[in-house]
């Protein structure tokens, strides 16, 4: 009889340390497998260099390679022992005066981002580097992505934001070049060395 009394809770103990334990382990594997995506704005005369890389083109910009120029790419890394990016938009905007303003808008989408892959999207080539009224200033950046697990939960997308206050880092061999408006900064080589 006292087996029976005693059989009951530790059966529903039992059933609530086996739920809890699950969720532990979903959580777990759900913080194991998020992406983490590197941001950056890449100016440069020389292609972007980083392994599985694809350019992304839009509709109004098209990137030819060895073209005279300081090219203008959003550079997005999905670093290695991170999880995968599905269904990423990025929404950008930026103003450029060559002297005159005008205004870059580009989208673009990629389905997924593997850890260790990495897009760059192009945006714009000043044809005329070096010259004193080049600049570049951000308006808007927005990125989403969701995961597999959040994706199959429902859950609602991700977001990732730069503008005046979160300012994009920005890098490359011609980043001197252009002066670097409202919400970009430059990244300084003892940030870089310091995540070396």
């Known amino acids: 009889m006292i087996i029976l009394i005693l059989y009951v809770p530790l059966t529903l103990w039992l059933v609530l340390i086996t739920r809890e334990m699950s969720l532990i382990a979903l959580n777990a594997q759900k913080a194991s497998n998020r992406p983490e995506l590197k941001c950056t704005l890449l100016i440069s005369n020389e292609k972007p260099d980083a392994k599985n890389l694809e350019i992304l083109n839009s509709e109004d910009a098209k990137y030819i390679e060895n073209k005279e120029g300081a090219n203008v790419f959003f550079l997005v890394q999905n670093l290695h022992g991170s999880g995968k990016a599905i269904n ?3 929404a950008l905007e ?4 060559i002297p005159d303003k005008i205004s870059l808008k580009r989208n ?5 981002l593997s850890p260790g892959d990495s897009i760059a999207s192009y945006i714009y080539r000043f044809e005329w580097s070096g010259l ?3 600049s570049l200033k951000l308006v808007k950046c927005k990125i989403s992505y969701t995961t597999p697990f959040d994706e199959a939960s429902k859950e609602p997308l991700k977001e990732i934001n730069f503008d005046r ?3 994009l880092p920005a890098e490359g061999n011609k980043v001197d070049t252009i002066n670097l408006g409202d919400g970009i900064r430059k990244i300084i080589m003892s940030e ?5």
């Open 88 to 90: 990423l938009s990025i």
């Open 94 to 97: 930026f103003e450029a005066s």
């Open 108 to 112: 673009f989408d990629k389905s997924f």
């Open 132 to 134: 004193p009224d080049l």
């Open 165 to 167: 206050n979160e300012k």
């Open 192 to 196: 870089v060395e310091n995540k070396n």
